[in-house]
């Protein structure tokens, strides 16, 4: 079954840069997206960034675009996500998510998540 496993969060201060793993495993096919979404406290779920597996083609949050980049490495099975200029407002919790209908958007529900790591931008 498909698994997905996120590495990399922490505390950080503003300003400063973090980059998040995903590691994914267990798909029936190579056609598929696997996105960033995050959650603070208090607040609904928000999609992040995207990214297709088999072509490499990239889908953003409009408010995040140009501070996070999503890249892949396909052939160790991961995903990242770089994350610049980070400020108190991107603490939360950021999930890897997965789909495969390799619509490369946020703006649904994906059929599988990990169990996401805290991102903290504090002084």
């Known amino acids: 079954q498909v698994q997905l496993v996120e590495s990399g969060g922490g505390l950080v201060q503003p300003g400063g840069s973090l980059r998040l793993s995903c590691a994914a495993s267990g798909f029936n096919s190579d056609y598929h997206v696997i996105g960033w979404f995050r959650q603070a406290p208090g607040k609904e779920r928000e999609g992040v960034a995207c990214i297709s597996s088999s072509d490499g083609m990239t889908y953003y949050s409009d408010s995040l675009k140009g501070r996070f980049t999503i890249s892949r490495d396909n052939a160790k099975n991961m995903v990242y996500l770089h994350m610049n200029s980070l400020k108190p407002e991107d603490t939360a919790v950021y999930y890897c998510?997965?789909?495969?209908?390799?619509?490369?958007?946020?703006?649904?529900?994906?059929?599988?998540w990990g169990q996401g790591t805290q991102v903290t931008v504090s002084s």
């Open positions: 998510a997965a789909d495969g209908s390799n619509l490369v958007r946020l703006e649904y529900d994906y059929g599988y």
